[in-house]
Each structure stands twice: as C-alpha cells, then as structure tokens.
C-alpha cells in the first residue's frame, strides 16, 4: 500500500521536483498550489504526509493545519521561506509538525519522506525481487547489481566477486545462490582463515587415517554443497599449488578426498570473492591465471559504500529500525546528521555503518541518534595485507599464530621467505603449522 | 513597497528558487544515476527556470 503526501506550495518548479522525488520513493503525490486544491485533496485522502508552504496565493498554509484534524493525518512539515514566530511556535507545540526553511539543505528532505515510511512501514521495497533479499539500495550501482543477480542466478555459469571488505559478497552469493533454484545447500569456506595444511582437506574432505588427527572420513565443502552453491571467500590467499588442484575439480566435476582413491562426482555452482584486484593477483603471482578465467565466467564488482549516495542513509536508517524492533525502541536518526555520513568515506563499508549505527543506539541517551563513524573514532583498528590488529589482553599464542598465518599469506605461503622474515626456522614453521591443524582438528579453527 | 519590505521580499523570493533550484537538481542526478537521460533533461530545465530567477533576483540587489 503507497503512503500518501499532499506537497502544497505554489512555487510550482519546487513541487514538482519534489513530488517527483518522493513518486520515486513511493509515495502517491497530490499536487496543489493552492489553499482550495489542497482541501479537496485533504477533504477525500488521509496523507502520511503533508508539505505545507506557508504563503499562498489565496491564503497561509497555516490556516490549512488549523482547519485538519492532526488526528486524522501523519506527518505535516511546514515548508517556508519566510520563518515567522507564528508559525514557528504553531510547530513546536505538536510532535506532528515539523518546521524546515528553504532552502533545504542537503538531504534534509529525503530524510523527512525515509523517516515517514519508516513510521507508517508502507514503503516500497528498494527493488521487488525475492532473490535480493538482504541486499538494499536505491542507488544506480545497487541496482545493477541487483539487475545482475536477476540476470546470472540461474545459470550454472562461475561468478567471480570482486569488492571491498563489508560490501556484501557474501550477501550477494547467497542472493546468486536463492536466485539459482538450486535444491542443494550454500556453503561458505573462507580460504584465507583456514590454515594452508587443512585447506585441502576442508575443501575436498579427507578419508579416515590420511593424516595424523584424520580419525574419522571427513566430507568437504565441494561434498557439502552437491547440487548447491559453493562460496569460496578471499580466493587469492589460497596457496598455489592447491589453486592448481582446485582448477582440477572444476574441470573433471569430480572431488578425490585427501588419502581417498575414488573421484566422486560434485555438480556444484561456484560464487568466488576477492577484495583484490584480481588482475593485480595474478601479476603479482597470488592467483592462478588459468583458474582465474575458470572461476570468472561471470565477474561481478560490488561498489564500495562510498559510491553508492544515498544508500548510506537508508542504510543507516534501515539498521535503526531493526534495533527498534529488537529493543522495542523508536530511536531515529538526529535531522542534520546526514551530511556527516554522506561525507564519510566508510572504509569498512556496509559492515563498518552497521557497527556505527549499532553503537549509536547502544550508547546515545536520547531517541535521536547522532552516528559517529568508527574509523573517525579509531583510526588504527583497521587491519589490512600488512597490518595486524592486536587487542589488549590477547594471548601471546594467538599474536604468534596471528603473526605467522599473515607472514606466510604475505609470502605467498612460501614456509622458507616466511621463516626468513620472521628470524626463525623453517622446522619451527611446520612446527607451529601442525600444532594449528592439531587444534582445528579438536575444533579450534572454524572452516 | 518600503526599503525593509522590497529587501524581506527579494529576499523570500531567493530563498525560493534556489529551493526550487537545489530540488530540481536532486532529481536530475537521481534521474542520471539511473541512467533516464529524457526525465533528467526534463527536469534540468526546472534548474535553469530556478537559476534564471536567482539571476534576476541578484541583478535586483
């Protein structure tokens, strides 16, 4: 159901511009530039919204808001540029009325209508499409994102993600995945967070015996997703010699665990994803060339936060409701925040805004949020290729094994330039390496 | 009309077109992001009408 707004002013460039925004958002618009037109259109709809100018041709916007019963409408904002007391105290004195002057600034008014829908939760889904569930955005680089989803799901061709950290890759692989129709499962394995010894194993299972700890036949994710989609996250930090075994199973369709004999048949849909350049992986000998053009029939970039306008503030505005609904509140975002984090670059992303906006919630005292970037508030918890984030407190075992896992992605899993920049053996190397696969066997690392 | 009155005037109706202004620019670079080329031209004259009313208003000053 389309939430209805009235937008009377007599400026008649300003009204149709401004119905024209908020037809995008939703809205069913009622034009009047006239105190006469606007009763008809008030006197047979109930308006969610109201945008009042005050200086009519046959009389003041005021004297509409007196006639109206406040009862019967949602939100009235009084639009003027010509501020009097009058009008002024006539808005404070109800909750319902707003008072902005023109001009407005920024995106004072896509605010109001945001925070309208939210109220009356008539607003329009960004884009009416099941398989892009958990993906919003109204932006235009959104939208080809989500036209793309609609366009590749079904088919079995290989998508390659290419995007930063917290912009939803894997959101995007699940929607390709919903969007296939496929009946088998979607599995997720991070290639980077899995230690290079247990990578073939979690990737192509292992059989009973095949290695000290291997006590039971174990079914890897190729096996896990059978007629599914497999999601193989942070692709360029998979070792080279298993990209070449990796290139292997998606050619034949096949998967031989680790210490087995028998191939055994995978249909599998892989969804890949670098926050790399991928090009520049290969160069730099971090990706295969060949497996790259086997997992990229299809590649797909997914734009940074930075690029995609408004989408941070219905983002943001997005995440307060579902702490709203979570905690029972009726938290909004502050009037006059936007422009702050419309500016802000947002590093982290998608993931970096949601935290934002999470610790706003939590901490800010009042029902107006004022959302306060983290990397604003702290610069240097941002990890990256060549830095490590240790937090206080932290065991000196994980700092070492922190240390050693990103040396030897660093080196491209070479054991002896990572001992090398490390000071220490290449024995101490497998060493701490089988000491780790020992522990993700007994469940310390998870896949 | 007085000196006070003309200024309160010009200055209502300059606060009004480059409202009008600012507006019309939004849903031109709403209309480019989404890539309709004939809404956006359509809505570009709104910023030219918008402009050429601020044009006029300064020259009054």
């Known amino acids: 159901m389309q939430p209805n707004m009235l937008i009377l002013d007599d400026d008649r460039t300003f009204a149709r511009s401004a119905g024209e925004l908020a037809s995008q958002e939703g809205f069913s618009v009622h034009l009047a530039h006239t105190l006469r037109q606007a009763r008809e259109s008030v006197g047979c709809t109930r308006m969610d919204l109201m945008l009042v100018d005050l200086g009519l041709p046959d009389g003041s916007g005021m004297d509409l808001i007196h006639e109206i019963d406040l009862t019967r409408h949602g939100q009235i904002a009084i639009v003027t540029a010509q501020p009097t007391l009058e009008s002024a105290q006539r808005a404070v004195s109800s909750p319902a009325v707003e008072y902005l002057i023109k001009p407005l600034h920024g995106n004072q008014y896509t605010s109001l209508l945001h925070r309208v829908l939210q109220r009356t939760g008539k607003g329009a889904a960004p884009l009416d499409c099941p398989a892009v569930r958990g993906l919003t955005g109204r932006s235009a680089a959104m939208h080809s994102v989500f036209r793309a989803i609609q366009r590749i799901g079904p088919a079995d061709a290989s998508v390659l993600l290419v995007g930063e950290s917290g912009t939803g890759k894997e959101v995007v692989a699940r929607a390709l995945h919903e969007a296939s129709g496929r009946q088998g499962a979607f599995v997720a394995i991070n290639c980077g967070a899995v230690p290079a010894e247990l990578l073939a194993s979690q990737l192509f299972g292992h059989e009973r015996g095949s290695f000290t700890g291997a006590h039971a036949r174990h079914q890897g994710v190729f096996e896990q997703a059978a007629n599914g989609t497999l999601f193989l996250d942070e692709i360029t930090e998979m070792p080279l010699a298993l990209q070449v075994y990796l290139l292997r199973v998606l050619e034949t369709g096949t998967v031989t665990r680790v210490g087995g004999v028998e191939a055994t048949a995978t249909p599998v849909r892989i969804v890949a994803a670098t926050n790399r350049d991928p090009l520049a992986a290969i160069a730099s000998g971090r990706l295969r060339e060949d497996l790259y053009y086997r997992l990229a029939d299809i590649p797909l970039n997914l734009p940074p936060l930075r690029e995609r306008g408004d989408d941070v503030l219905l983002l943001a505005e997005l995440f307060i409701e579902r702490l709203n609904e979570r905690y029972g509140g009726s938290k909004y975002l502050l009037p006059g925040s936007e422009a702050s984090l419309l500016q802000h670059p947002w590093p982290g992303n998608v993931r970096e805004l949601r935290s934002a906006v999470q610790r706003a919630y939590l901490l800010d005292s009042g029902d107006a949020l004022q959302v306060r970037p983290n990397s604003v508030m702290a610069p240097a918890l941002h990890e990256s290729e060549q830095a490590i984030l240790f937090k206080v407190g932290m065991s000196l075992s994980e700092v070492e094994r922190k240390v050693l896992l990103k040396t030897l992605a660093h080196c491209n899993h070479d054991k002896t330039a990572a001992a090398r920049m490390l000071g220490i053996s290449v024995r101490t190397v497998h060493n701490q390496l089988a000491r780790y696969a020992q522990g993700s066997s007994d469940g310390d690392v998870a896949a | ?61």
């Open chain 2, 1 to 61: 009309m007085n000196g006070g009155d003309a200024d309160a005037h010009r200055n209502h109706a300059l606060r009004n077109a480059i409202n009008a202004a600012l507006m019309s620019a939004q849903v031109v670079r709403r209309h480019l992001e989404l890539g309709n080329c004939p809404q956006a031209l359509d809505f570009l004259d709104g910023v030219d009408e918008s402009c050429e009313r601020c044009r006029v208003l300064i020259e009054q000053l």
